[in-house]
T-cell receptor, first 114, second 110 residues
Framework: GAGVSQSPSNKVTEKGKDVELRCDPI?????LYWYRQSLGQGLEFLIY????????KSGLPSDRFSAERTGGSVSTLTIQRTQQEDSAVYLC????????????FGEGSWLTVV | EDKVVQSPLSLVVHEGDTVTLNCSYE??????LLWYKQEKKAPTFLFML????IEKKSGRLSSILDKKELFSILNITATQTGDSAVYLC??????????FGTGTRLKVLA
């Protein structure tokens, strides 16, 4: 696609429910990132995928968070048993995978846990 | 520990003013520094800087990098209300990780 596409744009869920957030990167981009941005905060790295390599999951805040990337393209971020502190904007970004190159962000998924 | 620090945290100016936003960093094996503008959700790319002393310019926005002193500035001249946003600075440290600062929130009053 022309840009990074994320869905849903907004999600309100009850505490304890599971949610799935989807990211479709720019066509041809091998690198895919998930970031989290809480209200008024900077971007917090969550996970990185590059091609067929094992992902870097070092930023995932707890074992309730997981992500996968199927076929080297679309990625899904799953949050199990959501908590109120999970409320944030979840931003996906992609790049060509060359170190130091620009990464391009999607519009984000705003998650509210009530 | 790699870190990126932006200042000021927030800034309020009037239309027509010139602003300078600062980004300092401490990273191992620096590769590039990027500036983004975030109005609602998605940060949009402004500049990528890799070499010291070479100014990047786009309209009223310009940016320059000082690799010796480990900082960059983003200048906006003749500010407009549409410039109101959070400006993010990010640095790559030779790996794939982009380390972001917390941003500078700019508000331009009419």
């Amino acid at each position: 696609g022309a840009g990074v596409s994320q869905s849903p744009s907004n999600k309100v869920t009850e505490k304890g429910k599971d949610v799935e957030l989807r990211c479709d990167p720019i066509s041809g981009h091998t690198a895919l990132y998930w970031y989290r941005q809480s209200l008024g905060q900077g971007l917090e790295f969550l996970i990185y995928f590059q091609g067929n390599s094992a992902p870097d999951k070092s930023g995932l805040p707890s074992d309730r968070f997981s992500a996968e990337r199927t076929g080297g393209s679309v990625s899904t971020l799953t949050i199990q048993r959501t908590q109120q502190e999970d409320s944030a904007v979840y931003l996906c970004a992609s790049s060509t995978g060359t170190v130091g190159n620009t990464i391009y962000f999607g519009e984000g998924s705003w998650l509210t846990v009530v | 520990e790699d870190k990126v620090v932006q200042s000021p945290l927030s800034l309020v100016v009037h239309e027509g003013d010139t602003v300078t936003l600062n980004c300092s960093y401490e990273v191992t094996n620096f590769r590039s520094l990027l500036w983004y503008k975030q109005e609602k959700k998605a940060p949009t790319f402004l500049f990528m800087l890799t070499s010291s002393g070479i100014e990047k310019k786009s309209g009223r926005l310009s940016s320059i990098l000082d690799k010796k002193e480990l900082f960059s500035i983003l200048n906006i001249t003749a500010t407009q209300t549409g410039d109101s946003a959070v400006y993010l600075c990010a640095v790559t440290s030779g790996t794939y990780k982009y380390i972001f600062g917390t941003g500078t929130r700019l508000k331009v009053l009419a």
